[in-house]
C-alpha cells in the first residue's frame, strides 16, 4: 500500500484524497472515514466484500430503543432525549418513532392530572 491509497477498502485513492481535504477543513475532524460512514453504505459495501472498517454512530445520536420501551417512559424522559440528540432548535426533524412516543405520553399524562369537574 503506498502512502497515498486510502486506509479502507470501500474508497478509491481519488475519494480517499477528497474525503482527507474535506476533514482537515471541518471544526470536529474523524480519524477514519468509517466515523462518517452510515449503516447503509457499510451494508451495502460488506455485501461486495468491500468494508473493512466498522461505521459508528454520531456523536450525541445513539440509536432510538424500540417502540414498546418508549411507549413506558415519561413525556420528561422522552423530552431530555430529543434534547440530548440535538433536535431543539434544528431544521432536522426528530424521528418519526420518538415524536409519536412523546405526542402520546403527554396526552397520557394529561389524561391522569385533568381535573373531573361534575
Known amino acids: ?3 497515498g491509497d486510502p486506509p479502507v477498502n470501500c474508497m478509491t485513492a481519488e475519494e480517499w484524497a477528497s474525503w ?7 471544526r470536529i475532524r474523524s480519524s477514519r472515514p468509517c466515523s462518517d460512514c452510515t449503516l447503509e453504505f457499510a451494508s451495502a459495501m ?9 461505521p459508528m454512530p454520531r ?5 432510538l430503543p ?6 413506558g417512559m415519561t ?19 426528530a424521528p418519526v418513532k420518538l415524536r409519536t412516543a412523546m405526542r402520546r ?7 391522569r392530572n385533568r381535573r373531573v369537574t361534575a
Open 46 to 54: 460488506r455485501v461486495i466484500g468491500a468494508c473493512n472498517g466498522t
Open 75 to 93: 413525556y420528561a424522559e422522552l423530552r431530555a432525549m430529543y434534547e440530548a440528540a440535538g433536535y431543539v432548535g434544528r431544521r432536522t426533524a
Open 20 to 26: 482527507a481535504e474535506v476533514n482537515r477543513l471541518v
Open 59 to 63: 456523536p450525541g445520536r445513539r440509536p
Open 105 to 111: 405520553a403527554r396526552w397520557r399524562e394529561w389524561g
Open 1 to 3: 500500500m503506498s502512502p
Open 66 to 71: 424500540s417502540a414498546d420501551q418508549l411507549a
